[in-house]
């Protein structure tokens, strides 16, 4: 590796690349704050400009829109209750209540430090154990995959409010939602109603933005102008943390970015079950849980720093096996492929100094999105104190461009109103809308891996606590289940409690 | 109550011209320098999309008046069904179209098409890959006479493949139902080319059906024996040369394909047009070398007729082993 580091740093730090790395940071905190427009989406519009490049220029400028994308989508999410991007919906369960205390350029620096922090933690975690972690990673099979799942709809009851009860309806329904399409273990349609568009599923950003923004949008046709109007005078956001709040937040900053990297590792996964995960975890060891949800500082840093320490994560099994760890990510391949670089470890030793530059370039890619965003938040913090008037048909436009944009066709923006009704009416009668988002996140991943699980195992369950790793996740999962009802009872207790005084 | 009506208005007015103009197509056909858009309906990140950003690159150096533009809009069926409705005889548009949806969608599920192969026009074939059957390392099958001794013990075979109706499931489908076991043959569907390659690694299944390229890393680092292509004989390039074809034992098989289709009625002269720039593409050095040896791809022109005579074939192994593979 040292032999590679010197020759690496010279390739690196040329005025092309850290142009383009600002460049690219730019673009994707611009880009992911705007609802709908996804980081993905972002990726493959500026992918043809990296055909011209050499790779590390290339990479740094997909790289810059990645990881900025990590940090953007939290903007819009603290801003107008809407994430810019679907794993920015946990940041938003804090964050906009945060902000709604007045406290919205906090919030976003909240944001932008746990985003940094993420991003380095696992861009050096990339840097000194890539391969090993890859080769561990490499050894999650099937069975795995759907005790990670499960472990994830523990999370529901996390965010279900009040009522378990109601949170499970909203998760179900979520559940149902992700089986629309092919199915796909044999390729047979279920609820497309005839629908060519169907066949495909529902695409998640497009449903974000039916269920966050555009019913956010109803709701406030209802309200009184003056409720509208938040009183701006009272406020002083001089966006100061607390010397407590940053004791606060060390803990679960530092957890979730080990959860981010752990999960960013595992093929097919991503950023909003790293950030989910993280926001439960945190809920759950934290003195304060009864803050998670009213503004948390620790629910916006866990949330945040999981979903950014995802980015380096997922490039370890790219670049050490070739394997993609999310979408955006095999796309980013491509800028190295055009260029004859096929990721595998054997590049490792062929074209040792390109792959240390591209690694040690992630890291002054979140330091440059740090200085951009250090910048960009007093610009974002603004939004706020636009007037409403003027505001919402702004988001409405984005909403419905952003839902264009995802496959370039109308049925999607169709679908994203018929999600804003639909949330409307869930929210009249009082059925949590996250557990939605978290059961379509979760859905088709848990039950192609249930399915195939068994079908692996010829329909024997018992493949589902066979390896040490199905084990270790069967462990979580107890863990969060007894969590959760020592949560209730507690919850239930102080209820009392207050009843009897 | 003004205020609100206003600003109601004022977003309908906005969202209607937003989205009256988001229909758009790319335009500039006709004139002396026209860009054509270049519809992958499959994933930004596969290898269609790929080589076509690549073969957009290079069109500028071997035309004055055709540009390709390429685009990705991941839906299969779906895409080409929008492509088809939204274009005419003689716009400036080209997608892509495989032996997936014209040999097997159409037969396996026709009703998630509303194309036929009328609607287009055959310009060239973009590419041509190999898939290959890899085998967890432990059984030790290196060719097909091993593979044959293998089966012959009878037993349950596993194979994965990216898709549950793919390409891929009716190669494996076709070749051991060609040897008499289909009935032992379970197909495990994965999400994508990569997963299924790395199935096998994990010991999940004892083979899997793959582009080349996708399973390169994998068999580099000792998790897999190659056995066999799915090609009439032994490879001749890249890591795998060497490796034996299914098509030398008699056993069927088909190469995967991309054919570049304009919209059926558009001119012939704009069609060869296209061709010749195609052809400049595929015979320029760097692309050649790179497809086979980044991509692991060949150059593999075709004529109308050859592309009719490969949607054929597959159509009849697709005939042939549609029992095996939907049940």
């Keep these: ?501 | 109550m003004k205020k609100r009506l206003l600003s109601l208005s004022l977003a309908v007015v906005m969202s209607l011209g937003l989205l009256a103009g988001c229909g758009n197509s790319s335009g500039g056909g006709g004139g002396k320098s026209a860009s054509w858009k270049v519809t992958c309906p499959w994933a930004p990140s596969g290898v269609a999309a790929m080589v076509s950003q690549k073969a957009a690159a290079k069109s500028t150096e071997y035309s004055d008046t055709i540009t390709l533009v390429a685009e990705a809009i991941a839906g299969d069926a779906a895409t080409v069904n929008t492509w088809v409705m939204d274009t005419e005889a003689n716009d400036p548009e080209l997608v892509f179209v495989g032996e997936g949806l014209l040999s097997i969608t159409s037969i396996i599920d026709p009703s998630k098409m509303q194309f036929t192969q009328d609607d287009f026009v055959f310009v060239e074939n973009l590419y041509s890959s190999i898939f290959v059957l890899s085998a967890d390392k432990e059984l030790n099958i290196n060719n097909i006479s091993e593979l044959e001794a293998f089966v012959g013990q009878g037993g349950e075979i596993s194979v994965a493949v990216n898709g549950a109706t793919g390409s891929e499931a009716f190669l494996a489908a076709s070749l051991f139902g060609k040897m008499g076991a289909g009935d032992q043959l379970k197909l495990v569907a994965y999400q994508s080319a990569a997963e299924a390659a790395q199935a096998v690694a994990k010991g999940e299944t004892q083979f899997a059906v793959s582009h080349q390229s996708q399973i390169q890393e994998t068999y580099q680092q000792d998790g897999v024996t190659i056995v066999c292509a799915f090609d009439e004989k032994p490879l001749e390039n890249g890591p795998f040369a060497g490796v034996e074809g299914v098509g030398e034992y008699g056993y069927p098989y088909f190469r995967n394909r991309c054919f570049i289709m304009a919209r059926a009625g558009t001119d012939e002269e704009t069609v060869a047009q296209l061709k010749e720039l195609y052809g400049k593409i595929l015979a320029d050095e760097e692309v050649v070398t790179w497809l086979q040896d980044t991509m692991l791809l060949e150059v593999d022109t075709m004529s109308q007729e050859d592309m009719d005579a490969h949607v054929e074939n597959v159509k009849n192994i697709v005939n042939e082993y549609k029992d095996i593979v939907a049940g």
Aim: glycine fraction near 10%.
């Design chain 1, 1 to 501: 590796m040292l032999q590679y580091i010197a020759p690496a740093t010279g390739l690196l730090f040329t005025l092309e690349n850290i142009l383009w790395i600002n460049i690219g940071v730019f673009v994707g905190a611009v880009f992911a704050a705007i609802p709908g427009l996804s980081v993905i989406l972002c990726v493959i519009l500026f992918l043809p400009v990296t055909y011209t490049m050499t790779a590390i220029p290339g990479m740094m400028f997909l790289l810059g829109i990645y990881c900025a994308g990590g940090y953007g989508g939290s903007v819009s999410a603290i801003l107008i209750n809407t994430p810019g991007t679907p794993h920015a919906a946990a940041t938003m369960l804090d964050g906009h209540p945060l902000s709604q205390q007045g406290r919205t350029k906090a919030a976003l620096k909240i944001a932008l430090y746990a985003s940094t922090f993420g991003g380095i933690f696992s861009a050096l975690m990339l840097l000194f154990l890539g391969p090993q972690v890859a080769k561990v990673a490499a050894q999650l099979g099937t069975a795995e995959y759907f005790m990670v799942c499960v472990f994830g709809l523990t999370i529901i009851a996390g965010v279900s409010g009040k009522s378990i009860i109601r949170g499970l309806v909203s998760a179900c329904l979520g559940l149902l939602i992700s089986c629309v399409g092919t199915d796909p273990m044999t390729s047979y349609d279920r609820f497309t109603f005839g629908i060519p568009r169907l066949y495909l599923g529902l695409d998640l950003a497009v449903c974000l933005i039916g269920l966050f923004a555009l019913v956010e949008i109803l709701a406030k046709v209802e309200k009184k102008r003056g409720d509208l109007h938040m009183d701006t005078r009272k406020i002083k956001d001089d966006g100061k943390i607390t010397r407590q709040e940053y004791k606060r937040m060390a803990r679960p900053v530092l957890m979730s970015s080990i959860i981010g990297v752990l999960v960013g590792i595992i093929p097919g996964t991503g950023a909003s079950e790293a950030s989910w995960f993280s926001y439960n975890t945190a809920k759950n060891l934290s003195k304060h849980p009864e803050e998670f949800g009213h503004g948390s500082v620790e629910g916006i840093a866990a949330a945040e720093s999981a979903n950014n320490a995802v980015t380096g994560a997922t490039l370890i099994p790219l670049l050490t096996l070739g394997i993609p760890g999310d979408g955006t990510v095999a796309i980013m391949l491509s800028a190295l492929m055009i260029n004859g670089l096929n990721p595998g470890l054997s590049l490792f030793t062929t074209d040792g100094d390109i792959m240390y530059a591209i690694m040690l370039g992630l890291i002054l890619v979140n330091l440059f999105m740090f200085l951009q965003g250090k910048f960009l938040t007093s610009l974002f913090a603004k939004v706020v104190s636009i007037p409403q008037e003027i505001l919402t048909p702004i988001i409405v436009i984005f909403c419905f461009a952003g839902a264009y944009s995802v496959n370039e066709n109308y049925f999607d923006v169709a679908v994203a109103l018929v999600f804003g009704v639909l949330a409307w009416v869930l929210r009249k009668l009082d059925l949590p809308p996250v557990p939605i988002l978290l059961g379509l996140v979760l859905g088709r991943m848990t039950e192609t891996n249930f399915r195939r699980a068994l079908l692996i195992s010829n329909g024997d369950p018992s493949i589902f606590v066979q390896s040490i790793y199905c084990k270790i996740f069967l462990a979580l999962i107890i863990v969060a289940v007894a969590a959760i009802i020592r949560g209730k009872l507690k919850e239930q207790k102080a209820a009392k409690a207050a009843a009897s005084q």
